[in-house]
């Protein structure tokens, strides 16, 4: 899986052979996601470092987002050209990054949601995903 960012300084080649043959990645509706995605929810995928390779890394600039619910900052990747979103990184996941899959052409089937607090009332959940009251992993809905 190959995706870039809207002006191709930026290329992120994903090596994981299991992207389609299962669930992978995560919507999330976290506000500073949903602001860094500009939309009403973001599609993530937490992966090992190993597992990806981004060309054009010279064009890759960040800010280091202070604003998040566990009090650790992610480092939020973007490209210094066209400011498209590409990766995060934080403490939390160590040796992995969050992946931006809107680059890509085709996102694979999400098997959870986070942050579904902040759902939109016109929005359903996404059927067969696990749903996650806020963080990753955290507290389930119902
Ligand atoms: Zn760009
Ligand atoms: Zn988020």
Excluded at 81 to 98: A, E, R
Excluded at 132 to 138: E, P
Aim: proline share 5%; net charge positive.
């Amino acid at each position: 899986m190959e995706g870039s960012c809207n002006c191709g300084a930026i290329t992120v080649k994903v090596t994981d052979s299991e992207l389609f043959t299962r669930r992978r990645g995560h919507t999330c509706r976290c506000i500073n996601c949903r602001k860094t995605a500009g939309s009403s929810f973001a599609t993530n995928l937490i992966i090992e470092n190993s597992e990806f390779k981004i060309t054009g890394e010279e064009n890759l600039r960040v800010y280091s987002d202070p604003k998040t619910l566990s009090g650790t900052p992610v480092e939020r990747y973007f490209c210094g050209t066209c400011g498209n979103p590409i990766k995060s990184v934080t403490p939390l996941y160590q040796g992995k990054s969050i992946l931006k899959l809107g680059i890509f052409g085709k996102i694979p089937e999400p098997e959870w949601e986070s942050f579904v607090v902040n759902r939109q009332k016109w929005e359903k959940p996404l059927e067969g995903t696990t749903q996650y009251k806020t963080k990753s992993f955290g507290e389930k809905l119902e």
